[in-house]
């Protein structure tokens, strides 16, 4: 059961990633050529619609991509806080392919939302996953 559980989880997860993914494609960024400028372009876009803000900063080794004031949660219901930000993920992932980033940098929920609607995504280098040694007791 606990697998099952996990592996629906896991589906809804994906699946609002790519709802997060059509987003994007229907409300694409314009050019930016800095860091600053593509900030400036995700918080036009989310303060049209009254979704937040977002921060972006650089850091050793990954972009801290902050989403502040987020509505799903608030919406949603606090049952939804564990998935909902794989809508903002699948968001995000879009718009930095879009943009022609390196198709190894991929974009990670880093912290659950708070009470406030905020939540941390992490831009960076997908690392190999390591293999996992077989288990007798699977």
Not at 107 to 123: K, T, Y
Request: proline share 6%; net charge positive; with cysteine.
């Amino acid at each position: 059961l606990h697998r099952v559980d996990r592996r629906q989880r896991q589906m809804c997860i994906r699946d609002r990633a790519r709802v997060g993914q059509r987003f994007a494609a229907s409300y694409p960024l314009g050019a930016s050529a800095t860091l600053p400028e593509l900030q400036v372009a995700m918080n036009e876009r989310w303060s049209a619609m009254r979704w937040g803000l977002v921060s972006l900063e650089e850091s050793s080794g990954f972009l801290r991509v902050n989403h502040q004031l987020s509505p799903l949660v608030a919406v949603l219901g606090e049952t939804s806080a564990s998935w909902s930000a794989a809508f903002l993920e699948g968001v995000y992932q879009a718009w930095f392919t879009a943009m022609g980033i390196d198709p190894a940098l991929k974009i990670r929920q880093a912290a659950e939302p708070d009470a406030l609607g905020s939540v941390e995504f992490r831009l960076e280098r997908k690392e190999a996953p390591v293999p996992k040694a077989p288990s007798i007791f699977a």
